[in-house]
């Protein structure tokens, strides 16, 4: 199941059909409809949300390459490893070779290395990730997004999971105080999932300059993120300290609580670092 | 639903889809190769145009499978033929091919620049006027058939045998046509070998038996290659992505290469050797493994020749194998780093941890040449011999890792008829007695054979080969295929134009690997495949059920295909079947009527591919149609050490041991439907056969080999003629330093272009696009003291003439080395399309794509070739030939290059001892100057070094039986003429 669900976040085909039906999920959408929700702004890359910049590739994907090296794999993985589909397919694919094996100790090492990377590289980051479906606008994604969850949740029921943090979270970077941060920091630091502790999707930058009356900038997401700090500083500021409280209420919902608080706490402290700011720029003298 | 449920569902599902042999799971590239169109839905594929964006237009496709015809790898293709039109829009890789796993490099895409070129031939055209005179008239098959048919007829009636040649560049394809020579009762089989593999080849063949290698690099710890094998060479596309498995698993990356290529700088270890001293330093790291203990020496015990060797070189030692420990040793104790360094100009600090890497590597090394250094070099053959000598000694051999013999990955199915006959006649003029031991024929002699010894041929095919290209003297070939006494008809069979085309009298267009039949099988991993070429619009037709149509029918213009020309001419040659040839072509489904390539497939895909029937009816398929379908089958993987394997108990009856181990039977061998060319292994005086060798008391297959093991000393070299070099080891080039002038250097010539394949790429646009030039690599320190900067037009003289390029200074080679690649330099006579066909139509001022227009001028002896109008844009039906922005067409090099046989493998050694300089007053880009004399001059000096047979047979035949050689005249013709010839 793992695998049919890896499969269905890839660009729309035939085969997806049967796949969603076993699944019991919507008709699958247009080509065009995974573009807007998926490829454009929910990038399923382990690497975007437990990398330092959230950006594709790095340091992130080289380790997933690492571990799936130490667990034996030669197969190409090339420079997708940290893709959720092949991250879900891995996971999957330990529990069939668990089957195939006969002595104990094997098994038990196959469970291991499932569990690791359960924690290290899916579960890390799959919570606020899923959470950001809610409210897409397209409904094969957002049951999509839920059936998923409901299937990592009952995983971390079954599974036995280290006491520390997942390396990722425990060495992220933290966010900066707005204050003493440069505009160039303060941006990057707002588009990082690990250092904010929260996702900002285009659609949210562009409820934020409707909401607020600002223009928006046909361009990528710091470019915009620039124009919009530029035009109304305090306006966004506070948007965005909104928007980080809404994803901390949402962090918790779904997988280990653990690393759900993790991303709660780091989605408050970014919170509060613009609203204090925000304020501050509200009394500052003109 | 629970999530219990669900998961119950989805298995249930996938099971349904897949026992229907459908695709559950599309997968996706990231994970592996399942993002190719599901194989289900082969037969109606939508793909939206990308030419037509931004308008959403769908395209229906029917997917056929076919293998590429550039170079060897036989890579799989999938041609996406248009539903509506029946047109073939592009090629990806087959992903259903067990070789290229559906990666291609960018020449097997761009074949669809090759199948709809506008200048390619599309009909049987004859020469109009003087041969290269460039006037053609457009004939029909039967005409052509008639002609040629009628003239091998009374060749062979007269017993002409001999004056009937066929000359083949890309084979393509296994046995085929030297099955139908066989049939013919013709020793004329002629190909390209010795001026490419052949050194290497016969490295290894005296090492093994066989004559390839076929390295496991995806399993090895370290891989050494001679060579640029990343990008360029053979199965390189099959191993490059198996090098870079390799790779990610840890293996280290050996490569010698003289020029900083790009397999270069994916190196752990990069050796810029200077040419010719590889064997040295091949030699050093073997030194070191046996110096330092790091020897399987339970391998070397068990399978080398040893005890040979003892006795005939060291009579007096013990015939135990410390003493042979012990001479081994001695024999390489010279080979020190210090030594290979001062050979090399390699540090012996870097020959010394590559060594090393050999050392920690144990039976896990992959190592390969096939051209490289033994193509350039006198004695190159021995590169390949040192090298196989590292995977003898560290056991390396057919092993997870290590090195495998080809024969033992290959399979060639037998086909409906199977020629037990051999050609009653020996061809000196292609297996001259000068060169006993040549792997192949003497091909690139033939001009000078022909000229000095009054050989002529009757008819003389040219079979996708360029030879006034691709050979060295080019001006010998034009003289030899512009003299009516010395070729009497040449008939070239070609899909593209070339410039020994030009010079034909039949130019007959045959297909592209989308237009055409072939069986393949290439030793590209530990596993042995077959890839199945067909034409893919006849096969579209059918599946289509458009009405079935022969090859003819199906592809553009009256381009043709070989198997079916060959039947229709064997047919002519033989009408009657009175000669007996007839039968080999007929069919036995229809007694007395022609076979056809449906029944000669089908065959051979129900009768001699084990597990293929049973695959194909897996799917309720026929196994001719499986192969349509998918285009490739693994018979199997994981073949292993055959040598070690013993022999069982039915295949050994009345067995005698003769005290080298080798084991012979009265027993019938064990039949087989794989027909891999193997040496003969001879049997005992009794008449019995050999059935293998005895090691551990068990008598085991062994290797093909006179002795049954792996052959560290050669009998065959010692007794024709070469005790000295009887061992594996090193002897100083042609190009060594202490050989050439002090004002001379070193010419690399034989390098590929990534994108290019001889001849055959000359009509791709795409690839011409992305390489056209062929500077010549400088370093800087020699092109400072030449006054040579990048750009500069520099003269290159050689011992026969000189030509004229550019200079592209880089620390990329050598000091004291420069390099050109043999692949550019096209040309052509006149600028009217194809050479002759009709002019009406064609636009004035009209350029050549690939080649310059040039102008061919003689005066006496000597030859002068001169640029008339460069490549650029022109006009025709396709629309990118007016958008052409290259003016450069590289120079053609190799006409100045003299005949260097080397004379125990027969391999042309190409690099060269030139002077290099800037270029004289008068010269232009391009210029190419031979005389002819001196040409006449090297091929004398260079033959004086063989040791012909007729001096050096031990038994009075002109070849040892056992080496292998294609269309085997009966042995009866082996014996020297009485009393032995010398040779003019």
């Known amino acids: 199941m793992y695998r049919a669900l890896g499969s269905l976040i890839e660009s729309p085909v035939a085969e997806h059909e049967r796949l969603a039906l076993a699944l019991g999920l919507p008709e699958v959408p247009a080509a065009t409809e995974h573009a807007r929700v998926v490829r454009m702004q929910r990038h399923p890359y382990a690497s975007v949300y437990l990398g330092a910049e959230g950006m594709l590739g790095g ?91 409901r299937a990592l949740h009952e995983f971390c029921e079954e599974a036995e999971f280290p006491g520390r943090l997942p390396e990722a979270l425990r060495t992220a970077p933290s966010f900066p105080d707005p204050a003493e941060a440069s505009a160039q920091e303060l941006v990057a630091a707002l588009l990082s999932p690990l250092q904010s502790g929260m996702i900002v999707l285009r659609d949210d930058l562009e409820r934020l300059a409707e909401e607020a009356g600002l223009a928006m900038r046909a361009a990528d997401r710091r470019t915009v993120v620039r124009g919009l700090l530029a035009q109304e500083p305090k306006t966004a500021l506070e948007w965005f300290a909104s928007h980080a409280h809404g994803c901390a209420q949402r962090a918790g919902e779904r997988g280990p609580r653990r690393i759900g608080q993790w991303w709660r706490k780091r989605a408050l402290r970014t919170a509060d670092l613009l609203s204090d700011n925000a304020a501050r720029l509200r009394t500052a003298p003109a | 639903m629970s999530l219990r449920e669900l998961e119950a569902r989805v298995s249930a599902a996938k099971q349904d889809v897949e026992a229907r042999g459908e695709t559950f799971y599309p997968g996706s590239s990231r994970v592996h190769l399942a993002a190719y169109p599901p194989k289900e839905r082969w037969n109606d594929w939508v793909e939206l145009d990308a030419k037509a964006w931004p308008e959403r237009k769908e395209r229906r496709y029917v997917l056929v499978p076919t293998t590429c015809f550039n170079c060897e790898s036989a890579c799989g293709l999938l041609a996406y033929v248009d539903r509506e039109t029946l047109e073939v829009r592009k090629f990806e890789g087959n992903p259903e091919h067990p070789g290229s796993r559906g990666r291609n490099c960018a020449k097997g895409p761009a074949t669809v620049t090759q199948i709809t070129d506008p200048d390619r031939i599309l009909h049987p055209l004859k020469r109009a006027g003087a041969r290269g005179g460039g006037q053609w008239r457009r004939v029909d098959w039967d005409e052509a058939l008639d002609d040629i048919a009628g003239r091998i007829r009374k060749a062979m009636d007269e017993d002409r045998h001999n004056q009937i040649m066929y000359h083949v560049g890309r084979p393509g394809e296994d046995g085929f046509t030297e099955r139908m020579l066989a049939a013919w009762g013709v020793d004329g089989h002629n190909s390209h070998t010795n001026i490419c593999s052949s050194g290497a080849r016969a490295g290894y063949h005296f090492w093994m038996g066989m004559d390839r290698p076929s390295p496991d690099h995806e399993n090895a710890r370290v891989i050494l290659l001679i060579s640029s094998h990343l990008e360029a060479g053979h199965y390189f596309n099959p191993h490059a992505q198996r090098v870079m498995e390799g790779k990610r698993r840890g293996a280290k990356l050996v490569v010698f290469d003289t020029r900083l290529s790009n397999t270069a700088t994916h190196a752990d270890h990069w050796l810029s050797t200077y040419p010719g001293s590889e064997a040295a ?75 090393e890497a050999v ?66 006649r020996w061809n000196d003029t292609t297996w001259p ?71 034909a009298d039949y130019v007959l267009p045959m297909g592209h690997s989308a237009e055409r039949h072939d069986v393949a099988s290439y030793e590209q991993y530990d596993g042995r495949w077959i890839g199945f070429r067909q034409p893919v619009l006849r096969t579209a037709r059918e599946r289509l059920s458009k009405g079935a149509v022969s090859t003819r029918g199906a592809n553009p213009g009256e381009v043709w295909e070989e198997n079916e020309f060959w039947i229709e001419l064997t047919w002519r040659i ?411």
């Open chain 2, 574 to 984: 033989d009408p009657d079947g009175s000669r007996g040839i007839r039968g080999f072509f007929e069919s036995r489904e229809r007694p007395g009527e022609k076979l056809t390539v449906d029944e000669y497939y089908a065959w051979m895909f129900e009768n001699s591919v084990p597990g293929l029937p049973e695959r194909a009816a897996r799917e309720g398929l026929a196994p001719l149609e499986y192969m349509r379908r998918y285009g490739a089958f693994e018979i199997d993987a994981g073949v292993g050490a055959v040598y070690e394997e013993r022999v069982p108990p039915g295949e050994l009856e009345d067995v005698r041991v003769d005290r080298e181990g080798r084991a012979f039977t009265r027993a019938a061998a064990a039949s087989s439907n794989n027909v891999v060319p193997m040496p003969v292994v001879e049997g005992d005086e009794e008449g019995r056969r050999r059935a293998g060798v005895e090691v551990d008391g068990v008598i085991r297959r062994g290797f093909p080999t006179p002795s049954g093991r792996l052959e560290f000393w050669s009998r065959t070299l010692a007794e024709w003629g070469w005790p000295e070099l009887a061992v594996p080891g090193y002897s100083r080039s042609h190009v060594h330093p202490q050989n050439m002038d002090r004002d001379q250097m070193c010419l690399i010539s034989t390098f590929r272009l990534p994108v290019h394949i001889h001849t055959r790429s000359a009509n791709a646009k795409w690839l011409n696009e992305i390489a056209h030039a062929n500077p010549v690599w400088i370093h800087p320190r020699d092109a400072a003291r030449k006054g040579l900067r990048t750009g500069s037009l520099l003269r290159v003289e050689t011992e026969i003439g000189h030509f004229v390029g550019k200079a592209w200074v880089t620390e990329g080679i050598h000091p004291g080395v420069v390099a050109c690649s043999h692949h550019m330099g096209r040309w052509r006579l006149s600028d009217g399309p194809g050479q002759g066909e009709p002019l009406a139509g064609a636009p004035p001022g009209r350029r050549a794509e690939a080649g310059a227009v040039v102008s061919l001028d003689r005066d006496g002896g000597d030859w002068r070739m001169r640029r008339r109008m460069n490549a650029g844009p022109y006009r025709s039906a396709d629309a990118d030939t007016a958008r052409i922005w290259w003016t450069e067409s590289g120079v053609h090099q190799n006409m100045t290059f003299p005949v260097q046989p080397d004379p125990v493998s027969g391999a042309h050694c190409w690099h060269q001892a030139v002077r290099v300089g800037p270029a004289e007053p008068g010269d232009r880009n391009g210029d190419v100057v031979v005389q002819a004399g001196k040409s006449r001059e090297a091929f004398r000096r260079w033959l004086a070094l063989a040791r012909p047979a007729s001096r050096h047979s031990p038994d009075g035949t002109r070849r040892p039986y056992w080496l292998m050689r294609p269309v085997r005249p009966e042995r009866q013709a082996y014996q020297l003429p009485e009393p032995p010839g010398e040779p003019a």
């Open chain 2, 281 to 355: 330093v091949l030699l050093a790291v073997a030194n070191h493994l046996l110096r330092t203990g790091r020897y399987d020496k339970s391998f070397v015990e068990r399978w080398w020749n040893w005890r040979e060797y003892l006795e005939e070189t060291r009579p007096g030692e013990p015939l135990e194998f410390s003493a042979f420990q012990r001479a081994l040793e001695a024999e390489y104790a010279g080979y020190t780093f210090e030594f290979a360094a001062a050979e090399s100009g390699v540090a012996a600090e870097t020959i010394a941890r590559v060594a």
């Open chain 2, 433 to 503: 007695a000068d060169y006993p031991l040549s792997l192949m024929e003497m091909s690139f002699l033939l001009p000078h054979l022909t000229a000095e010894r009054g050989g002529s041929l009757d008819v003389y095919f040219t079979r996708v080969y360029n030879p006034v290209w691709t050979n060295p003297d080019g001006f010998s070939w034009i003289e030899m295929l512009t003299d009516p006494e010395r070729i009497g008809l040449h008939v070239a069979l070609t899909p593209t134009w070339s410039e020994t085309a030009l010079f």
């Open chain 1, 59 to 149: 340091e992130v994907r080289d380790r997933v390459t690492g571990f799936r090296r130490a667990v034996g794999l030669q197969e190409e993985a090339g420079a997708e490893a940290d893709h959720l589909a092949s991250l879900l397919s891995l996971l999957a694919s330990f529990d069939s070779w668990r089957l195939e094996e006969s002595g104990a100790a094997r098994q038990a090492l196959l469970v291991q290395a499932r569990d690791t990377l359960a924690w290290e590289y899916l579960l890390s980051w799959t919570g606020p990730y899923l959470a950001s479906f809610a409210g897409c606008g397209a409904v094969f994604y957002a049951e999509w997004a839920a059936l998923l969850g």
């Open chain 2, 359 to 424: 050392a920690e590597a144990g039976t896990r090394l992959s190592t390969h040449n096939w051209r490289s250094a033994a193509a350039g070099n006198l004695g190159g053959w021995q590169v390949a011999r040192a090298l196989f000598l590292l995977n003898a000694l560290t056991g390396a051999v057919a092993v997870p890792g290590g090195t495998y013999p080809n024969a033992w990955n290959k399979y060639v199915p037998r086909p409906i008829h199977m020629p037990a006959r051999h050609p009653k």
